[in-house]
């Protein structure tokens, strides 16, 4: 279980306040937290995985405080909109970097990626992951993200479809998942909604997604 309690985060340097005071609980299984575009959704994230600190506010992980557990302890698998890898660097060896950096022996880890590659169907793997068009790179962060089990993932504006996001979540083992986007539509489980910095609502996807509606957030308009 994750708990913000009364989080507030702004960038002096901008005088500007993303969260002002958010108060909401994550639970093992799927969690959506839906807020507007370039209003805090990869800071929640950042927050989450010890990137960035909280202006105020307490973050608990499990009853203890977030500052006091390791990102180790922590084990959260982040996936981004648009994943990050060695662009020079075949799918191969950007898949199997994460077994690299745990020193399992090469032909274990290639025989892992391999495998996972041919599951996702990402296909010729010695290419590099240059002009890779996203689709196909987001596979390819699915199969990287698959070799090393997790207990927790956070899918950051990854989904655009939510027969994907089911399809993932049958994938990845994972004692709890938390979507974070700005499509209502994606809602799924415990569902948190953000505006303004604050939580405005905290329950089930259906009523998010009438929250929403009536929410006056740019590029989203009502449902007909």
């Not at 590099?128 to 990287?144: D, F, G, I, N």
Request: aromatic share 8%; net charge neutral; charged share 30%.
């Amino acid at each position: 279980m994750i708990e913000f309690r009364d989080v507030h985060l702004g960038y002096p340097y901008e005088q500007y306040q993303l969260l002002k005071g958010a108060s909401f609980t994550l639970t093992d299984g799927l969690n959506t937290v839906i807020a507007d575009s370039q209003s805090g959704k990869t800071s929640v994230c950042r927050l989450i995985l010890k990137d960035i600190l909280p202006t105020s506010g307490d973050i608990f992980v499990d009853g203890k405080r977030l500052d006091g557990i390791t990102n180790a302890n922590l084990d959260i698998l982040y996936l981004p909109s648009h994943p990050v890898f060695f662009e020079r660097r075949s799918i191969l060896y950007n898949v199997e970097y994460p077994l690299r950096l745990r020193k399992f022996p090469k032909n274990v880890r290639r025989g892992l990626a391999s495998e996972l590659c041919e599951r996702l169907e990402v296909a010729d793997t010695d290419r590099t992951l240059r002009k890779l068009p996203l689709s196909e790179r987001k596979r390819v962060a699915l199969a990287r993200g698959l070799t090393v089990p997790r207990r927790a993932a956070i899918w950051d504006d990854f989904f655009d479809d939510v027969d994907d996001l089911r399809r993932a979540v049958t994938l990845f083992k994972c004692a709890m998942h938390i979507f974070v986007t700005s499509n209502a539509d994606l809602a799924v489980g415990n569902t948190v909604v953000l505006d303004g910095g604050v939580t405005v609502y905290q329950g089930d996807a259906d009523g998010a997604r009438r929250i929403v509606e009536e929410l006056d957030w740019q590029g989203v308009s009502p449902r007909s």
